[in-house]
């Protein structure tokens, strides 16, 4: 079965750190685009950022850029989201998500819950 | 990076047909066909429903239709049941590889 499933949110501060896992299963993760995407409490999807397969080239949303680091290791199956300098505009679900061969994102993780607060 | 625009909500009865419009710009819609269409049911996970436009994966009904004119993509949802009724999205990757969703629109089936 294909799966991606995420871990590493939590409670953290303003300026805090933290960082999340999503650990795919059931395919072939080094050769797929991975992603990154957030939704707000009652509010709509935003895209975070991506990663091509190789782990080199990484695109970034505007209101993480500088802030927010994605990678991956294929040896392990895993894809990561290093969040920095977290303001409580940061507080949502985030998802780890597969770009499938034809751009659409076709295989979505439950979520993992970030909360920035003081 | 500005999100693509769609209508806050649309509804319809069961039996009925429902377009939900997606409006980009030449440097995103309007240029590349890659634009997806995304279900979520309230407190679930977004699910894919259509790709490069009109294509539907595996196991999604062919009552999601999507299409593009210009500017501006739509989907088209017919034989509207009452297991449709969710939030969807619009998304497209843009001229700089990011990927741009819209606002979301809730469809409520009376």
């Known amino acids: 079965e294909v799966q991606l499933v995420e871990s590493g949110g939590g409670f953290v501060q303003p300026g805090g750190s933290l960082r999340l896992s999503c650990a795919a299963s059931?395919?072939?993760?080094?050769?797929?685009?991975m992603h990154w995407v957030r939704q707000a409490p009652g509010k709509g999807l935003v895209w975070v950022s991506h990663?091509?397969?190789?782990?080199?080239?990484?695109y970034y949303g505007d209101s993480v850029k500088g802030r927010f680091t994605i990678s991956r290791d294929n040896a392990k199956n895993t894809l990561y989201l290093q969040m920095n300098s977290l303001t409580t505009e940061d507080t949502a679900m985030y998802y780890c998500v597969r770009a499938g061969v034809s751009y659409g994102l076709d295989v979505w993780g439950q979520g993992t819950t970030v909360i920035v607060s003081s | 990076q500005s999100a693509l625009t769609q209508p806050p909500s649309v509804s319809g009865s069961p039996g009925q047909s429902v377009t939900i419009s997606c409006s980009g710009t030449s440097s995103d819609v309007g240029t590349y066909d890659r634009v997806s269409w995304y279900q979520q049911p309230p407190g679930t996970a977004p699910k894919l429903m259509v790709y490069e436009v009109s294509n539907r994966p595996s196991g999604v009904p062919d009552r999601f239709f999507g299409s593009k004119s210009g500017n501006t993509a739509s989907l088209t949802i017919s034989g509207l049941q009452a297991e449709d009724e969710a939030d969807y999205y619009c998304?497209?990757?843009?001229?700089?590889?990011?990927?741009?969703f819209g606002g979301g629109t809730k469809l409520t089936v009376l």
């Open positions: 059931g395919f072939t993760f080094s050769s797929f685009w």
């Open positions: 998304a497209t990757y843009s001229s700089s590889s990011t990927v741009l």
């Open positions: 990663i091509e397969p190789a782990g080199v080239t990484t």
